[in-house]
C-alpha cells in the first residue's frame, strides 16, 4: 500500500565531520523526505502515500469500474477517513526510509504541512480531541463570526481559514475545551518528535489570525475566549529541542539532532527554488495557478485573494486562480497535450481571448465567486484551441503580477516555475512573450528540499 525510493542520489559522498540536514513535506495525498548537506546537495529523497489514502483511492477505482459511485461520496469518506494515524505512520516510516549510516549524522530536522490543516488536540497529552479539519475544508457557518470580529479584507475572513475551523469547533462543541490547544499538521508532527506541545511557526499561523508584522497575536484575536487555544509562535525553522531518545535510539539518530520549526507546503516549495532576493517570483503551474513573489512590502488584500507571508526581514506575496491545468486535463489527455503543444508557434499572438476555469468562480486576479468559464469559440484546429487556453491561462498571470505591482508590492523580475505546466517549453516561451520578463524552470521544486533549507537553518541557529 506505500512505497518508497531513494532517487538517485543515495551515493553522493560525504566527507569525515559533515552533517546533513532532514526535511519532511507532508501534502496531501503523501509525503516526502529529502536530506541535503549545507552546500544544498542532496544525499537522498524518497517519498511514501499515505497508506489510507492509498487504500482509499484504490477502492475508489475499484467501486467506479463495477458500480456507479458518486463524488461526494468518496470527498466525504476522505474527510472521515483516519488521517491523524495515517500521517503518523508515515512520518516514522520516513524516517526508516532515511540511508540507515546517513541518520548519526543529521543535526536537524524540519517538517512542512498543507497550509490551514487544523487540529484540536489535549494540551496535556497531544491526543487529537476532534478529526482534524483538512487544509480545503470550509467551516462557512463560522464566517460570519470571524468578520465581526476580524478587520475588514484580513486574511481569516475565508472559510477555509484556521481561524473559521477554530471558531467552527468551539460552536458546535460543550466539553473538553479546558484542556484543549490548536495546533496545525506539521506543528503536530514535530511535536511527534521533540515532545514540547504548543509550538507553531508565523507561516502557519497567519491563516488564525497570528500579525507576522507585529510578531503577536492582535488584541482583537486574544480578547476571543477560544484564544486560550493558540500556540506560541517562533519563526519557521527556529529550534524547539532535540530529537526524543526513544525515537533517536530506535532510528539510529544523534544525540543533539534538533527539531526545528516548520513552515507551510507552499513556503517550503518556494524556498526550495532559491530564490532569495525582492522581484524574484515562483509560479506554480499544477492544478492551479498559484503565484508568489518576493517584496520588501506587505500586501493583504481578500478582496483578491492576496496575502502575505513573512519570510525573515521580507514578504512573500501572491495568491492563487482557479485557472491551471485542472482545465487542460478536462479537454485534453497528457499524449494529445506533449504531441499539440510541440506544435505551437509561442512567438505568434493567439487571437483566442478565453478565461479558462474547471467550474464557476475565479479567486486570484479576480475575486468573483460566479465567475463563469470562458472557452468558446472552439476553433476547428486543436492546436489553436490549446494555443489560445494556453496564452489566456499567461495572460491570467500576468493580470496577477500587475495587480500585485498595483497593490504596492515590489514589481516582479524574473520568474521560476514550478509543477507540471514547468516542463512545457512552448508555453514558458509564451509566457516569457507576455510577461516581457525571463522565465525559467526552478531546479529545485520539492516542498522536502525547503524544509530541508530550515533544517539547515535552524542548525547553524545553533552552533551560533
Known sequence: MVFASNEGNSEVGVQVGEQLYLGLDFG??????????????????????????????????????????????????????DW????????????????????????SISID?????????????????????????????????????????????????????????????????????????????????????????????????????????????LSQPYSQLLPSVKAPGTPIGVLKEDIRTQYGFAKDCAVCTGTTDSIAAFLAARATKPGKAVTSLGS?????????????????????????????????????????????????????SEQINPMKTSPLDFYPLPTVGERFPMADPKMAPRLHPRPESDVEYLHGILESIARIEGKAYSLLKDLGATQVEEV?????????EKWTKIRERLLGLPVSRAIQTEAAYGAALLALKGAQQCAQ
Open 113 to 221: 504541512g498543507t497550509s490551514a490543516t487544523t487540529m484540536i488536540i489535549d494540551s496535556t497529552t497531544g491526543e487529537p480531541l476532534w478529526r482534524p479539519f483538512l487544509y480545503n475544508e470550509s467551516c462557512s457557518d463560522a464566517l460570519p463570526v470571524v468578520k465581526s470580529i476580524a478587520p475588514e479584507n484580513h486574511t481569516v475572513c475565508s472559510g477555509s481559514s484556521t481561524l473559521c475551523k477554530l471558531v467552527s469547533w468551539w460552536n458546535s462543541v460543550d466539553s473538553n475545551k479546558e484542556s484543549a490547544a490548536l495546533l496545525h499538521q506539521a506543528d503536530w508532527l514535530l511535536w511527534l518528535l521533540h515532545g514540547n506541545l504548543g509550538v507553531t511557526d508565523y507561516n502557519n499561523a497567519l491563516k488564525v489570525g497570528y500579525d507576522p508584522e507585529l510578531d503577536s497575536y492582535p488584541p482583537w484575536l
Open 28 to 81: 496531501t495525498s503523501g509525503a516526502r523526505f529529502a536530506l541535503i548537506d549545507k552546500g544544498g546537495t542532496i544525499h537522498a529523497q524518497g517519498k511514501r502515500e499515505y497508506p489510507l489514502y492509498k487504500m482509499l483511492s484504490m477502492q475508489y477505482e475499484f467501486s467506479k469500474q463495477v458500480a456507479y459511485i458518486k463524488e461526494a461520496s468518496y470527498r466525504k469518506r476522505k474527510e472521515t477517513m
Open 288 to 340: 492551479t495557478l498559484a503565484i508568489k513573489l518576493l517584496s520588501t512590502s506587505r500586501v493583504d488584500d481578500a478582496r483578491y485573494g492576496v496575502y502575505s507571508h513573512r519570510l525573515d526581514d521580507k514578504w512573500l506575496v501572491g495568491g492563487a486562480s482557479n485557472t491551471g491545468g485542472a482545465v487542460l486535463r478536462q479537454i485534453f489527455t497528457d499524449e494529445q497535450l506533449e504531441n499539440l
Open 84 to 107: 491523524v494515524r495515517s500521517w503518523k505512520q508515515t512520518l516514522f516510516l520516513l524516517l526508516e526510509d532515511v540511508p540507515f549510516h546517513l541518520r548519526q549524522i543529521i543535526a
Open 416 to 424: 521560476f516555475t514550478a509543477g507540471g505546466g514547468a516542463k512545457n
